[in-house]
């Protein structure tokens, strides 16, 4: 199971920006994921958010002056030795600079200096203030002392001004900070991953489709993200977001699908298809709306293109996984699919069971190796389904 906050002791620091509130929904996300979360603010931030509140989600003292007695003291070569993963959001411009240049005047600035863990640095502050040649001067700096700056995202901020220097959302930071407490065991590998469905037209109302929602896809695409894999997602009309650092390609058919595929997987060290692609798409789409006439209606299918197939024989040494869906003789059909495609590994799941399939957020699978292992795993989330099956994949590559 990859749980990367579990038993971790994140270190929470809150400078004086507006943005300070979202560190308190980044401190929700963090606690309900298991770590232990210390929050350490800079005086001007308690005039945007106080420490009570901080206090009471995180179930620990808040640090706010190197000179406080009692429990909430700094004691920062401790509390440095014991941080897994130490993240400042909001960071303003004048911690930025402090940072870069080594002053240590406060808490925060006192503790930063002690800390040898991984350290993020979350930007927030006036567009203009951003674009300064001092901050990014002082971020590069940062930057070469290996910390990760999460990019601020742009848009209408508390100032007036539009642009970047809004804080990133806590979810994304939430979510890098995972991946810097994840193993990288994909990094520098491409991970090409496909999901959802596909809809085949019959006329300009209507189409034939199935009931994916891509969320297994989806899931697998971030956790190959969080191991530090380049993602490529190719998925079909599904009402998701875009998991955060992948290179998303939204397509509707199955010839299109077909296209966006092929044209991808000359960078693909692993290709896993999770889509649930139409074996068949009508021969003829009507021009105008078909009108509600005779008392039956016949439309004409044909087959469409079997990208796993055309995936299979071209596949030279990347792992090409695939995924069976089946109402009967699971491990029959899963086995013959395993060999007519060529695959190394296909994830065969039974519909109709409880908590499976599609639409759900679990799934229960059992998965064919094409040396004849066979192993069943049992019912899990689909973000921990996807993480177990990469265990599965990482050892099948060949060495980089």
């Not at 040396?371 to 996807?386: N, S």
């Amino acid at each position: 199971m990859h749980e990367p906050f579990h038993n971790k002791t994140i270190a929470l620091g809150v400078s004086g920006g507006i943005a300070a509130y979202k560190s308190v929904e980044l401190l929700r996300l963090l606690t309900k994921a298991e770590a232990r979360v210390r929050v350490i603010m800079t005086a001007n931030a308690k005039w945007f958010v106080g420490p009570g509140t901080f206090q009471a989600l995180s179930g620990l003292p808040v640090c706010t002056s190197v000179f406080e007695e009692g429990d909430a003291s700094i004691r920062h070569i401790d509390w440095a030795r014991e941080t897994d993963l130490a993240v400042i959001a909001p960071a303003t411009a004048n911690i930025i600079g402090k940072l870069a240049n080594g002053i240590a005047d406060d808490a925060l600035t006192t503790f930063m200096l002690a800390v040898t863990a991984p350290v993020m640095i979350c930007p927030a502050m006036n567009t203009h203030m951003y674009e300064h040649p001092a901050v990014q001067h002082n971020l590069d700096i940062l930057q070469g002392f290996g910390h990760r700056i999460v990019e601020p995202d742009a848009g209408s901020l508390a100032c007036g001004t539009v642009g970047p220097g809004r804080l990133a959302a806590p979810a994304d930071i939430f979510e890098q900070a995972a991946g810097v407490l994840t193993p990288q065991d994909l990094k520098a590998r491409t991970v090409l991953v496909t999901a959802g469905p596909t809809r085949e037209t019959i006329d300009p109302v209507r189409f034939v489709s199935n009931a994916s929602s891509g969320k297994m896809g989806f899931a697998l695409a971030q956790a190959a993200i969080r191991r530090g894999a380049r993602v490529i997602l190719v998925t079909g009309p599904v009402a998701l977001p875009d998991p955060l650092q992948a290179e998303v390609h939204r397509v509707t058919s199955a010839a299109e699908m077909a296209d966006c595929v092929l044209a991808q997987m000359p960078a693909a060290d692993v290709i896993i298809k999770t889509a649930a692609v139409a074996d068949y798409r009508p021969v003829q789409t009507a021009e105008q709306k078909i009108k509600k006439t005779a008392d039956r209606l016949s439309v004409a299918f044909e087959r469409t293109t079997d990208i796993l197939k055309t995936i299979g024989e071209q596949k030279a040494n990347r792992v090409l996984v695939g995924f069976a869906a089946e109402t009967q003789h699971l491990q029959d059909n899963a086995r013959q699919k395993l060999a007519a495609k060529n695959l190394d590994l296909i994830v065969a799941n039974r519909i109709g069971e409880s908590g499976s399939g599609f639409a759900a957020d679990t799934n229960r699978v059992t998965l064919f190796f094409r040396d004849g292992r066979e192993e069943g795993l049992p019912l899990m989330a689909k973000d921990a389904l996807a993480h177990a099956l990469l265990d599965r994949v990482v050892p099948l590559l060949p060495a980089a």
